[in-house]
């Protein structure tokens, strides 16, 4: 994976990542609030599965 590889990669979460809150603000915002009202420890386990699935998408593409 070179420099190129890796920005390409931050370009598409970046884009990902603000799908939702240009799209529908208020629903983005509803959502944040409910996340914010979960236990830290189901925080950390979603954070877990995220990234176990990445890790399993880049090893299957890789």
Do not use: C, H, Q
């Not at 920005?7 to 884009?15: G, H, K, Q, V, Y």
């Not at 509803?30 to 979603?46: H, T, Y």
């Amino acid at each position: 994976m070179n420099g190129t590889d890796f920005l390409t990669a931050l370009a598409l979460l970046l884009i990902f990542e603000g799908l939702m809150p240009f799209a529908s603000p208020k629903k983005w915002k509803e959502m944040l609030r409910n996340i914010a009202e979960f236990e830290s420890s189901k925080i950390r386990i979603f954070g877990l599965m995220s990234m176990l699935v990445g890790l399993l998408l880049l090893y299957t593409l890789g």
